[in-house]
């Protein structure tokens, strides 16, 4: 172990950090008119979108005495505006300023004229991609909604609500927004108010696109596939909210806009109500002709087009045929895609942009980072500790990238000497400390363990539908871990179609489908199971768990001009380019890649681009220097 690099990769908040102005390419041609103006739901389309993204008024106030809740009065006035969707905390808002714990933050705006001139017999939904983290809306002063959760996306029926239509600005929206960050145990990601080495700024509020669509009083609210790659067959589940009852219902399947599939519900069929009144649980299936069955892959990311029509809603979406799994090839199980051994290049992908923070200036900046880590050679993004807006999984699905999805960590302050000091030392010690001692693993506030199952669940509920995420990862390091043989098993009943990496990095409870380490300070090598597959619990294969180095390399140069701090953070730092360069070529194709021939099922490099302090990316931060050029070759 490279004792001297481990020593110097101990974290260090820093209390006196200054940040430097970085931008990239797209925050500097980005029109406050025209904001992520694209589909925001690209899994479930239709034609009525209007798009509430541009500027708001904005206020900060404090919370008035002991009152901790969503309910103080509201503003007398406002500060100035803000650039829905970029938080408070980021250059692009137009704000710049950190939201404290004691702090909320308001928004107002007005609704369009035209969304609120409803056609006969249709509502209108309000949609939030994400708003971190407690959330009130109001509609003409009255308070229609409250949301907890920084990272999924909520949505509210305000037709009852709306005055009479006539002209602009009768129509009011104000939110009311706290976020009391890292100085609680509640799921933020790396966020922290004293950012230092791997964890950054924090920011709250909107986030992600708002916007309005109508619908008929009958629509469809929800939609997912799953396929069962074996059979050739596609299963459609769908959620329709409105009258008991339906009108009629067709599934058509389409191969480059030719009609392939075509399924049709009659009225008078009899549907399982589900446990909310005024929704109903719908599932269609049909088989795809032989001749037209293409397997999705990387190589090949072919995605049919689906059309669902249920009375006068029309709806448009997409799907793939694909299989995700663990089979035994040679001595142990390997991850395979579509029953073929895969072998996973990963790139650590932290989500995180200069001048926008959580959210990318532009739906080109998400599809630049995703093509460029392409063209480098990998296959996979491990998105890490964030969930992202949907047209990045979009574009993972369509661009042909694999995903490893974390869930967003939570806990009270963590005890680096146990996370971090002691796995780096032995990471055999790890493997006997259970993981119910809450205390040890800062998780003692049982409401909040509750209320991560909470949003973990919604994560999932909101994400199985993109086709190109293969592993659900809950826990990383320790950071909040808690039972995670029962979230394994919960994790398994929500979406037995995918994998998990129930612990990346150490804390191994023995569950899951991959043994999956970190290896920062050691010579690489393929990680074996301790637990013998018998004793396994929560795991797909009966042969056992896949080898998976869940993170590595680390590399680290800081380049003058762009970068947002002084300070540079690595696991091991290089003064050039040209010693980084000639490092990272060795560390892949010398240590990593002779690993796949000893049944590594795949390795996930650190990582996409620098942030802030952590100067070990592909890419600067600001995305304007490629600092890792050279295509990895499979």
Same mark, same amino acid.
């Given at each position: 172990?490279?004792?001297?690099?481990?020593?110097?990769?101990?974290?260090?908040?820093?209390?006196?950090?200054?940040?430097?102005?970085?931008?990239?390419?797209?925050?500097?041609?980005?029109?406050?008119?025209?904001?992520?103006?694209?589909?925001?739901?690209?899994?479930?389309?239709?034609?009525?979108?209007?798009?509430?993204?541009?500027?708001?008024?904005?206020?900060?106030?404090?919370?008035?005495?002991?009152?901790?809740?969503?309910?103080?009065?509201?503003?007398?006035?406002?500060?100035?505006?803000?650039?829905?969707?970029?938080?408070?905390?980021?250059?692009?808002?137009?704000?710049? /300023?950190? &939201?404290?714990?004691?702090?909320?933050?308001?928004?107002?705006?007005? $609704? %369009? @004229?035209?969304?609120?001139? !409803?056609? +006969?017999?249709?509502?209108?939904?309000?949609?939030?991609?994400?708003?971190?983290?407690?959330?009130?809306?109001?509609?003409?002063?009255?308070?229609?909604?409250?949301?907890?959760?920084?990272?999924?996306?909520?949505?509210?029926?305000?037709?009852?609500?709306?005055?009479?239509?006539?002209?602009?600005?009768?129509?009011?929206?104000?939110?009311?927004?706290?976020?009391?960050?890292?100085?609680?145990?509640?799921?933020?990601?790396?966020?922290?108010?004293?950012?230092?080495?791997?964890?950054?700024?924090?920011?709250?509020?909107?986030?992600?696109?708002?916007?309005?669509?109508?619908?008929?009083?009958?629509?469809?609210?929800?939609?997912?596939?799953?396929?069962?790659?074996?059979? /050739?067959? &596609?299963?459609?589940?769908?959620?329709?909210?409105?009258?008991?009852? $339906? %009108? @009629?219902?067709?599934?058509? !399947?389409? +191969?480059?806009?030719?009609?392939?599939?075509?399924?049709?519900?009659?009225?008078?069929?009899?549907?399982?109500?589900?446990?909310?009144?005024?929704?109903?649980?719908?599932?269609?299936?049909?088989?795809?002709?032989?001749?037209?069955?293409?397997?999705?892959?990387?190589?090949?990311?072919?995605?049919?087009?689906?059309?669902?029509?249920?009375?006068?809603?029309?709806?448009?979406?997409?799907?793939?045929?694909?299989?995700?799994?663990?089979?035994?090839?040679?001595?142990?199980?390997?991850?395979?895609?579509?029953?073929?051994?895969?072998?996973?290049?990963?790139?650590?992908?932290?989500?995180?942009?200069?001048?926008?923070?959580?959210?990318?200036?532009?739906?080109?900046?998400?599809?630049?980072?995703?093509?460029?880590?392409?063209?480098?050679?990998?296959?996979? $993004?491990?998105?890490?500790?964030?969930?992202?807006?949907?047209?990045?999984?979009?574009?993972?699905?369509?661009?042909?990238?694999?995903?490893?999805?974390?869930?967003?960590?939570?806990?009270?302050?963590?005890?680096?000497?146990?996370?971090?000091?002691?796995?780096?030392?032995?990471?055999?010690?790890?493997?006997?400390?259970?993981?119910?001692?809450?205390?040890?693993?800062?998780?003692?506030?049982?409401?909040?363990?509750?209320?991560?199952?909470?949003?973990?669940?919604?994560?999932?509920?909101?994400?199985?539908?993109?086709?190109?995420?293969?592993?659900?990862?809950?826990?990383?390091?320790?950071?909040?871990?808690?039972?995670?043989?029962?979230?394994?098993?919960?994790?398994?009943?929500?979406?037995?179609?995918?994998?998990?990496?129930?612990?990346?990095?150490?804390?191994?409870?023995?569950?899951?489908?991959?043994?999956?380490?970190?290896?920062?300070?050691?010579?690489?090598?393929?990680?074996?199971?301790?637990?013998?597959?018998?004793?396994?619990?929560?795991?797909?294969?009966?042969?056992?768990?896949?080898?998976?180095?869940?993170?590595?390399?680390?590399?680290?140069?800081?380049?003058?001009?762009?970068?947002?701090?002084?300070?540079?953070?690595?696991?091991?730092?290089?003064?050039?380019?040209?010693?980084?360069?000639?490092?990272?070529?060795?560390?892949?194709?010398?240590?990593?890649?002779?690993?796949?021939?000893?049944?590594?099922?795949?390795?996930?490099?650190?990582?996409?681009?620098?942030?802030?302090?952590?100067?070990?990316?592909?890419?600067?931060?600001?995305?304007?220097?490629?600092?890792?050029?050279?295509?990895?070759?499979?």
């Amino acid at each position: 172990m490279n004792i001297k690099d481990a020593v110097r990769s101990i974290i260090r908040p820093h209390q006196d950090d200054s940040i430097t102005p970085l931008t990239t390419v797209w925050g500097d041609s980005l029109d406050p008119q025209k904001v992520l103006q694209e589909y925001p739901r690209p899994q479930l389309k239709r034609d009525s979108y209007y798009n509430l993204n541009g500027l708001w008024d904005y206020a900060i106030t404090a919370v008035s005495g002991s009152d901790d809740s969503l309910h103080n009065s509201h503003p007398r006035s406002y500060d100035g505006k803000i650039l829905v969707p970029f938080s408070p905390e980021c250059s692009l808002s137009g704000v710049d /300023r950190q &939201l404290k714990p004691d702090e909320f933050l308001w928004y107002r705006t007005f $609704l %369009p @004229a035209s969304a609120c001139n !409803l056609p +006969d017999a249709h509502r209108l939904i309000l949609h939030f991609g994400a708003v971190d983290y407690e959330t009130e809306v109001y509609i003409n002063n009255v308070s229609v909604f409250r949301h907890k959760g920084g990272y999924d996306p909520f949505e509210v029926d305000i037709t009852d609500y709306l005055l009479a239509p006539g002209g602009e600005n009768v129509n009011e929206l104000i939110l009311r927004v706290r976020d009391v960050s890292n100085t609680s145990e509640q799921p933020r990601g790396k966020q922290t108010l004293l950012r230092g080495g791997i964890f950054y700024t924090a920011q709250s509020g909107i986030w992600q696109t708002v916007w309005l669509e109508q619908v008929p009083s009958t629509y469809v609210e929800k939609l997912w596939f799953d396929s069962v790659y074996d059979e /050739r067959k &596609l299963t459609a589940h769908l959620t329709v909210r409105g009258a008991v009852t $339906l %009108p @009629a219902l067709s599934l058509s !399947l389409y +191969d480059r806009q030719e009609e392939i599939g075509f399924r049709s519900l009659r009225i008078d069929q009899t549907v399982s109500p589900s446990e909310e009144p005024e929704r109903l649980n719908i599932t269609l299936s049909v088989t795809i002709p032989e001749e037209h069955f293409h397997p999705w892959s990387p190589e090949s990311p072919f995605l049919y087009d689906v059309k669902l029509t249920l009375g006068k809603d029309v709806v448009t979406s997409y799907f793939a045929m694909r299989l995700f799994s663990l089979e035994k090839h040679g001595q142990m199980p390997v991850f395979c895609l579509n029953h073929e051994p895969y072998f996973l290049m990963g790139v650590l992908d932290q989500g995180y942009w200069p001048d926008g923070l959580y959210t990318a200036p532009s739906d080109e900046a998400l599809i630049y980072d995703i093509e460029t880590v392409k063209k480098l050679g990998y296959n996979m $993004l491990r998105k890490h500790i964030k969930v992202e807006a949907a047209r990045y999984y979009y574009h993972c699905d369509r661009l042909g990238m694999i995903v490893c999805q974390d869930m967003i960590n939570g806990g009270g302050s963590y005890s680096m000497p146990l996370v971090s000091y002691l796995p780096t030392v032995s990471q055999t010690a790890c493997r006997h400390i259970p993981d119910n001692q809450y205390a040890l693993f800062s998780r003692t506030d049982a409401s909040a363990r509750k209320q991560w199952e909470v949003e973990c669940r919604s994560m999932i509920e909101h994400l199985k539908f993109f086709p190109s995420i293969a592993i659900w990862c809950p826990f990383n390091e320790g950071w909040g871990q808690f039972d995670a043989v029962r979230i394994t098993e919960m994790i398994r009943d929500l979406d037995p179609t995918r994998l998990i990496d129930s612990t990346s990095g150490w804390f191994d409870q023995g569950c899951g489908d991959f043994v999956s380490v970190h290896n920062y300070f050691r010579a690489l090598s393929v990680p074996r199971d301790s637990v013998p597959a018998n004793r396994l619990r929560g795991n797909s294969c009966p042969d056992g768990r896949a080898g998976f180095l869940s993170e590595y390399g680390g590399l680290a140069c800081r380049i003058e001009g762009h970068s947002s701090v002084d300070r540079a953070f690595g696991y091991k730092c290089y003064d050039t380019l040209e010693e980084l360069q000639a490092t990272y070529r060795k560390l892949i194709e010398k240590s990593l890649l002779p690993l796949r021939e000893q049944g590594l099922s795949g390795a996930v490099y650190t990582q996409v681009s620098d942030v802030e302090e952590e100067v070990n990316g592909l890419m600067t931060y600001d995305r304007r220097i490629l600092k890792l050029p050279a295509p990895v070759s499979l």
